[in-house]
């Protein structure tokens, strides 16, 4: 019964979500401050990520091939592919969902507990709009460019692990990633970033909004933000796979 109780105000607290904002100019600077805090500063570990995962790709797919009758560019192609269909768009964001996903539970989750939500209320203003959606918005917004960002780096990362580590010639490595491109790979990955966003956003902001209690109860929110939306992107990778990729 508890699964479906939060399924049903889940819904109820999305559809709070996207009233229109009172004033306009509050909401714009609440969503340049959630671009940043959210996105930008976010840059720094999606590209510690990327690159030593496109390191790791390149060199266990180099060391793995055996056959001399395999071309070497093999390594190049399956590491473009498995970076950008993958690694870049699921991996980075469930990496992001713990960074921001907390981030955003504990934020809200501690403004619950100290009372300022219920002085937004008694004050007549939407709390939920007024929170939560300048955060959806700045992660729709932003988490497309960093996968698009990682996918860059990730491929940099394998380059240069195949350059210095001699398993991969950079002329074979640089052919493999353009051999038999298919740019809609790229739109799949971001329509994925853009859903994985929404779940991120959404999810955290709901259990950090319905948090009560102390300090030990925004933590335990925070926990469980960011396992949920960990499940929710692993569910919906595999239904927008089936959908786009079948």
Request: with cysteine; glycine share 8%; proline share 3%.
């Amino acid at each position: 019964m508890s699964v479906f109780f939060h399924i049903g105000r889940y819904s109820l607290f999305v559809r709070q979500i996207f009233d229109k904002p009172e004033k306009h100019g509050i909401f714009a600077r609440l969503f340049l401050r959630d671009v940043e805090s959210l996105g930008l500063k976010s840059i720094g570990i999606v590209a510690i990520i990327s690159v030593f995962m496109g390191a790791v790709i390149t060199w266990q797919t180099s060391l793995n091939i055996f056959s001399p009758l395999i071309p070497r560019f093999t390594v190049g192609l399956v590491a473009r592919d498995s970076i950008i269909l993958e690694f870049s768009s699921t991996i980075v964001c469930l990496i992001l969902a713990g960074r921001v996903g907390s981030n955003i539970a504990s934020e809200i989750g501690t403004m619950r507990v100290t009372e300022q939500i219920d002085a937004l209320d008694i004050m007549g203003i939407n709390s939920v709009n007024y929170l939560v959606l300048p955060k959806v918005l700045a992660c729709v917004f932003i988490f497309p460019f960093l996968v698009v960002m990682s996918m860059g780096i990730g491929l940099l990362g394998g380059w240069l692990a195949g350059l210095l580590t001699g398993l991969v010639p950079s002329d074979d490595f640089i052919y493999g990633i353009q051999y038999i491109f298919n740019p809609f790979y790229v739109v799949y990955s971001l329509i994925k970033s853009v859903i994985f966003a929404f779940i991120i956003s959404t999810v955290s902001a709901y259990w950090g909004y319905f948090s009560s209690g102390g300090a030990l109860e925004v933590g335990v929110a925070s926990t469980k933000a960011v396992v949920v939306s960990s499940i929710q992107i692993l569910l919906f990778n595999l239904l927008i796979t089936q959908l786009l990729l079948t």
